[in-house]
């Protein structure tokens, strides 16, 4: 019983389910290298405020009270288009 995004991503990405003898699941990736249980967090600078400001500058990025606003019309969402925007390997591209 697999969402469509795990689903195809088993199908047509080469992500292998094993169940092991105990009953658990084992999630590996294409390469056969299994999946960790949970992820390894991330680091956090000292000050992440003032980091996520560093890369928004080296980025060209400005953030200011209308970046936020969306451009958004009222449609319903693609959902096919969304995965494709991101994970552009759901579609073969």
Do not use: K
């Amino acid at each position: 019983m697999l969402c469509r995004r795990h689903h195809r991503a088993v199908h047509e990405e080469g992500f292998q389910i094993e169940r092991q003898p105990n009953g658990e699941l084992c999630f590996r990736r294409p390469d056969g290298r299994p999946l960790p249980d949970v992820p390894v967090p991330a680091e956090v600078p000292a000050n992440p405020g003032e980091a996520v400001r560093a890369q928004n500058d080296a980025r060209g990025v400005h953030i200011n009270a209308q970046a936020s606003t969306p451009n958004w019309q009222g449609e319903r969402l693609d959902v096919g288009y969304a995965i494709s925007v991101l994970h552009p390997r759901a579609t073969g591209s």
